[in-house]
């Protein structure tokens, strides 16, 4: 069974920096794309940066450049997403995602920036 958990979100002030862990188990990575995407409330879901676990090289949405750092630990199976300096805007619940379609998703951790 294909599991994908995400942690470490929460309540952070403007300006703050956070680390979302994406845990998956059941399903081999090597050449599957793996994903990070959010959705804030009223908007639409939106990927924030993409790549393939065997490669590492990240896709990211432009928006995302700055702030957003897509990293994996193959060792561990598990993928990170670091953002730094935090806006309001980037409340959202985020998703990690992996499958060659997307077809796998963790159930999201709410991550709220407010002061």
């Known amino acids: 069974q294909v599991k994908l958990v995400e942690s470490g979100g929460g309540f952070v002030q403007p300006g703050g920096s956070l680390q979302l862990s994406c845990g998956v188990s059941g399903v081999t990575l090597d050449y599957v794309a793996v994903g990070w995407f959010r959705q804030a409330p009223g908007k639409e879901r939106e990927l924030i940066g993409s790549t393939i676990w065997a490669v590492g090289n990240v896709d990211y949405a432009d928006y995302a450049k700055e702030r957003f750092t897509v990293s994996r630990d193959t060792a561990k199976n598990t993928m990170y997403l670091q953002i730094d300096s935090l806006e309001p805007d980037d409340t959202a619940v985020y998703y990690c995602?992996?499958?060659?379609?997307?077809?796998?998703w963790g159930p999201g951790t709410q991550v709220t920036v407010s002061s």
């Open positions: 995602a992996a499958g060659m379609s997307y077809e796998y």
